[in-house]
């Protein structure tokens, strides 16, 4: 997980009315529509369960410690989504025992290697970065008004990359990927390509790549790949990875068809996977 910083996330929790505007805008959903997208419910099927889940976020400090701002901002994107949230005021073992002492249902933590969400009575995990890659690909989904039989090209073959090829794959899109590490690019390729009977080509050019694709996912940390010359009026882009990739002449052509966020759809996707759990429980 790419480890974000506070200025990433500072004012997530003041921005989320306008955050749901501009997704509205976008893709014809809110935030709980896309997650709910993602997690393959209905916003009707998760409306009965928001008032009786209590969600708790847990603070860990093992590793390089909390990052400033983030539990504020997890609980703000949950309760955003109706859902009843609080954070723990112990950190660590004390912090997961009194979430468990307040009864919550779903506990979020994370540090510097995973967030995960853990969903107490099915005791199932939910990993930020599985929710986060489908999540944007739900997003991107949502933008175009459907995937199928559509070429989309997958940048970084990391955990959101592998989980965003698989959820395009699922939802029937032609997809193509490339990872600065030829190796890894083309035994991701190979492997989701046997499991889900699909021909997932390795790329080996980005530029070339970028040159002829329209619909991109950017699923790396790398910043300024995408040039502005690669921008077309039918180019749309859906971006999990901070920071977003878009060279600063690129913004202004695309502005109003990217999905880009630090934390948003992805911790809205997880609660929405983990709601699921607790529907079908």
């Known amino acids: 997980m790419t480890r974000l910083k506070s200025d990433d996330i500072i004012s997530i929790a003041a921005g989320m009315a306008q955050y749901d505007a501009e997704l509205a805008?976008?893709?014809?959903?809110?935030?709980?529509?896309?997650?709910?997208?993602?997690?393959?419910?209905?916003?009707?099927?998760?409306e009965p369960v928001l008032d009786i889940v209590r969600v708790g976020v847990i603070p860990i400090t093992s590793g390089e410690g909390i990052i400033g701002g983030f539990g504020d901002a997890v609980k703000a994107i949950v309760s955003h989504l109706g859902c009843r949230c609080f954070i723990t005021q112990a950190a660590d073992?004390?912090?997961?025992?009194?979430?468990?002492?307040?009864?919550?249902?779903i506990m979020m933590l994370s540090d510097d290697d995973r967030f995960v969400a853990l969903h107490a009575k099915s005791r199932r995990i939910i990993d930020n970065s599985v929710a986060t890659g489908e999540g944007f690909a739900a997003g991107l989904n949502l933008m175009v008004g459907g995937l199928t039989d559509r070429d989309v090209l997958v940048i970084g073959c990391g955990p959101v990359g592998i989980s965003a090829i698989e959820h395009l794959v699922?939802?029937?899109?032609?997809?193509?990927v490339y990872d600065i590490n030829q190796h890894r690019c083309s035994d991701v390729a190979q492997s989701i390509g046997q499991r889900l009977n699909a021909r997932i080509p390795s790329l080996s050019d980005l530029d070339t790549a970028l040159e002829y694709s329209r619909l991109i996912v950017d699923a790396t940390p790398a910043a300024n790949i995408i040039q502005a010359d690669y921008i077309t009026q039918e180019t749309y882009i859906s971006a999990p990875g901070v920071p977003v990739g878009l060279a600063v002449e690129a913004h202004p052509k695309i502005i109003d068809r990217v999905l880009h966020d630090p934390l948003q759809i992805g911790v809205a996707t997880m609660l929405a996977c983990a709601m699921k759990f607790h529907i079908d429980y």
């Open 25 to 46: 805008a976008k893709t014809g959903f809110t935030l709980r529509g896309i997650a709910c997208c993602a997690a393959g419910i209905s916003e009707d099927d998760l």
């Open 93 to 105: 073992v004390s912090g997961l025992v009194e979430a468990f002492e307040n009864k919550a249902d």
């Open 170 to 176: 699922r939802m029937g899109a032609r997809v193509s």
